[in-house]
């Protein structure tokens, strides 16, 4: 798979930093894909920002559109402001803390993307509420075969079920790359 020029340069960034956690490019590409589907003066948010590889696959998916907004989330203040050295478009906004305590106070998105255990292990519930109707919820890391951790195996399952069960939404598994789930909100009002 060939990268965007920015994937390319996180990439450069995580090899410098020893980062490896990236997402991987298969994940990337359908961020880029929903992304470029975010409605105007849509909003976007990234739960772990990292060395920014996620990022880069969104800003690659919205193209040279200015109307929406980007707002990425890390607790890693040292690998944040690293990343946010980066040339990043204008409408992106880097904010430092656990996802699970700040969603709360972001508002609501079109498009989030939970690749942190903040917002996504804790705070699901938070990040489900942060969903515009129609709004989409990417999370990743979610084949349990590929993590050696027991805990972390546990806590997968249990967001996978929170997931799967909530009337709200409408989740496709996609077994492919990391294990991915898609989780849209309903437009009808349906609460669980």
Known sequence: MILPPMVEQAHRRA????FVLSSEPEVGALLACLAASVAPEGRILELGTGVGTGLAWLVHGLGGRTDVHVVSVDVDETLQ???RSAPWPPYVRFELGDGAD??????TFDLIFADAPGGKITGLRDTIDALCPGGMLVVDDMDVTRHDDADLRLALTRVRERLVADDRLVCAELAFSSGVIVAVRRRDGAES
């Not at 090899?15 to 020893?18: L, P, Q, R, S, W």
């Not at 700040?102 to 508002?107: D, E, R, S, T």
């Open 102 to 107: 700040l969603v709360p106070g972001l508002g």
């Open 81 to 83: 402001a690293h990343t």
């Open 15 to 18: 090899e410098a930093a020893g």
